[in-house]
């Protein structure tokens, strides 16, 4: 079927034609429940009726013009960003590896800056910031890293939730400049560090004039019941990178910075010849305004809740699910034993889900999922656990 497509991705036997909601149709007409949202993409739901007049309205005068000129709704983008995350300047990019590229270029001009000559840049096992060769050498995970030396230098990993382990190489080495961290780690497991982790690297990095980069791709734009999840922590990074949920599909991605970060990178450092067009900002936009008008994000920690705390209920005495988890609509439910095939078994039950690091189920349903669609899923999701594991 996917002959002239590169086999990068292992797919399931399925495609959608339409979608609507937490609804996706595939070709012959039968409907799921999306609990991925294309990958933590469309938190909005599919066929957002505010996204897709937004980006109607704008292609009918104009999709792009380049960053050698202004771009209004760019400059109207990074305003609103920016008051919403507490930064004070973005560049825009066109996914979430290039938001990363461009923190990890910020970091290492700063460290020059600072007569260091090979900046070190401090990540975590188990960590995820995509495939291109900088970010895949950022990543924790060797599978990602496979095949693809020689990588790139400069990074430094230790151990997820392990502040002492970032305080060792912070002594030992001089050359560290920035860590780089998910606030939760998505493709990872789902691993939700301890409440004051992020706090505690915050002063760390104060206290040895590291920068702080937070890498919320996955959880930002409300995924965990704030808009980005270091605003749990009542913190401030310098720098800040998003992506998936900020165009609802339409593909956008942002670096944010403050302070001395955002003062770094200048006319000719980096740039993009796509990012920030007016399609995808106009698309963002309205993805911001939707999120702001409905209240959105404030009804998430209690969806979380509600899906977990019944999950938990209905698996209780099966031993075999170790734990259940979850930040806002950012799940995580670990088996004892490898699960990889309940992902096609689910998606011909009707329910889309994930599977990541083989044990742990992972769902990230869109923001706007009523209470009868998280019955549904649940009840899908338990029985299809409890089939499984017999
Ligand atoms: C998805 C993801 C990325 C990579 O984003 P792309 O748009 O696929 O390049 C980076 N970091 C995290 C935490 C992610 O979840």
Redesign the pocket.
Known sequence: MNSHIMPTYGRLAVSFSRGEGVWLWDEEGKRYLDALSG??VCNLGHAHPQVHKAICKQSETLIHTSNLYGIPLQEKLAEKLCEKSGMENVFFSN??????EAAIKIARVYGHQQGIDKPVVIVMEK??????MA?LSATGNPKVQQGFTPLVEGFVHVPFNDITAIEAVISENKNCVAVLV?PI???GGVHIPADDYLNQIRSLCDKHQLLMMI?????GIGRTGEFLAYQHNKILPDVC?I??ALGNGV?I?ACLAKGTAAGILTAGMHGSTFGGNPLACSAALAVLETLDNDDLIATVHNKGEKITTSLTEKLKHITEVSNIRHKGLMIGIDLASPCMELVAKAQQHGLLISVTNEKTIRLLPPLIIDDSQIELLVTTLSTLIQEHLQ
Do not use: L, M, V
């Not at 996914?95 to 990363?100: D, T, V």
């Not at 960590?127 to 291109?132: E, V």
């Not at 890498?215 to 959880?219: G, P």
């Open positions: 990958i933590a996914s979430g590896a290039e938001a990363n960590s995820f910031h995509g495939r291109t970010t998910e780690q998505g493709e890498d919320e791709i996955q959880t990178t992506a998936k593909p991605g």
